[in-house]
């Protein structure tokens, strides 16, 4: 069974930085696409970066382009999810999940599992 642990959320003034961590495990997550999403109160849970394991390529929203960066470590079985230049607008429940599929997915609906997500809130 697939199991997501996000971690690392938190409270920081804007500016500021986080890391968030998806520690995956129960499959063998070579072939597989991982993504962060977010979502904040009354608003729908929006895409914000991807990675295919195999190969690294990623994928960014635009709100979030040079100032995030989603990275894995083979190794631990782990997503990153660097988050720099924060805005109070960034604030959110952060969500990883995984992709079976081996390509690029940005639709909350084209992931199979999810992790229990964690909080970010940026202060002003």
């Known amino acids: 069974q697939v199991q997501l642990v996000e971690s690392g959320g938190g409270l920081v003034q804007a500016g500021g930085s986080l890391t968030l961590s998806c520690a995956a495990s129960g499959r063998t997550f070579s072939s597989y696409t991982m993504g962060w999403f977010r979502q904040a109160p009354g608003k729908e849970r929006e895409f914000v970066a991807a990675?295919?394991?195999?190969?690294?390529?990623?994928y960014y929203a635009d709100s979030v382009k040079g100032r995030f960066t989603i990275s894995r470590d083979n190794a631990k079985n782990t997503v990153y999810l660097q988050m720099n230049s924060l805005k109070p607008e960034d604030t959110a429940v952060y969500y990883c999940?995984?992709?079976?599929?081996?390509?690029?997915?940005?639709?909350?609906?084209?992931?199979?599992?999810w992790g229990q997500g964690t909080q970010v809130t940026v202060s002003s």
């Open positions: 999940a995984a992709d079976v599929a081996f390509r690029i997915a940005t639709m909350a609906a084209e992931y199979d599992y």
């Open positions: 990675i295919i394991w195999r190969g690294g390529n990623t």
